[in-house]
């Protein structure tokens, strides 16, 4: 088998998409990826991302790679079926610093945090389109929600604690309060816990 026809047996095992770490783990050298782009088999889509000439790959992990953005508020609400609709725009959060080419983005908006609490919740799920993408668990999700209270939509909110509150086998409610104190939200998600429990 030629280093083309590995690559092209990688795309074709990952959905249509090839990282140039995959390349550098295989020991296969960059130059095929060019050859492969210049034949018209694959679209560069950013730095170091490929993908089939046929598709455009996973919009989610072509968004966020290269970067170490974490899908989150409604996006990842969404993704953990605790949205009731897909969101007009891309949540992510950042550690508070980052200055690149997401800011420029106007399919996104940047929530960004403190490096000390950036991994609190992170996790890594398939996104709908299949890649492995990180994004915050439902605890952490909420109560960044109650935290920016004054810009999110009330029913949102409402939906997402009551069907987190529905899914008894994967809920955890101690997470879920150890977090709010983290974020000093823990007030607020008491009196929504009153009411929807």
């Given at each position: 088998?030629?280093?083309?026809?590995?690559?092209?047996?990688?795309?074709?095992?990952?959905?249509?998409?090839?990282?140039?770490?995959?390349?550098?783990?295989?020991?296969?050298?960059?130059?095929?990826?060019?050859?492969?782009?210049?034949?018209?088999?694959?679209?560069?889509?950013?730095?170091?991302?490929?993908?089939?000439?046929?598709?455009?790959?996973?919009?989610?992990?072509?968004?966020?790679?290269?970067?170490?953005?974490?899908?989150?508020?409604?996006?990842?609400?969404?993704?953990?079926?605790?949205?009731?609709?897909?969101?007009?725009?891309?949540?992510?959060?950042?550690?508070?610093?980052?200055?690149?080419?997401?800011?420029?983005?106007?399919?996104?908006?940047?929530?960004?945090?403190?490096?000390?609490?950036?991994?609190?919740?992170?996790?890594?799920?398939?996104?709908?389109?299949?890649?492995?993408?990180?994004?915050?668990?439902?605890?952490?999700?909420?109560?960044?929600l109650l935290k920016d209270k004054k810009n999110q939509d009330i029913e949102t909110m409402k939906y997402a604690i009551k069907e987190y509150l529905k899914d008894k086998n994967n809920r955890d409610l101690s997470k879920l309060m150890k977090y709010a104190k983290i974020f000093n939200?823990?007030?607020?998600?008491?009196?929504?816990?009153?009411?929807?429990?």
């Amino acid at each position: 088998m030629t280093n083309e026809e590995k690559i092209l047996k990688i795309l074709n095992d990952n959905n249509g998409i090839i990282t140039t770490k995959q390349l550098n783990e295989k020991k296969i050298n960059r130059v095929y990826l060019t050859r492969l782009v210049k034949k018209g088999h694959l679209n560069r889509i950013k730095k170091g991302l490929y993908v089939d000439k046929n598709s455009w790959g996973d919009e989610y992990f072509n968004l966020v790679y290269g970067t170490s953005a974490v899908f989150s508020y409604e996006t990842s609400l969404y993704f953990l079926g605790l949205c009731e609709s897909v969101p007009i725009k891309y949540n992510l959060t950042l550690p508070r610093g980052y200055n690149g080419k997401l800011n420029k983005n106007k399919k996104v908006v940047i929530h960004f945090v403190k490096k000390d609490n950036f991994n609190i919740g992170k996790i890594m799920i398939k996104s709908p389109q299949g890649q492995m993408i990180s994004c915050y668990n439902a605890e952490r999700s909420i109560c960044d929600l109650l935290k920016d209270k004054k810009n999110q939509d009330i029913e949102t909110m409402k939906y997402a604690i009551k069907e987190y509150l529905k899914d008894k086998n994967n809920r955890d409610l101690s997470k879920l309060m150890k977090y709010a104190k983290i974020f000093n939200v823990d007030k607020l998600l008491n009196t929504y816990l009153e009411v929807l429990m």
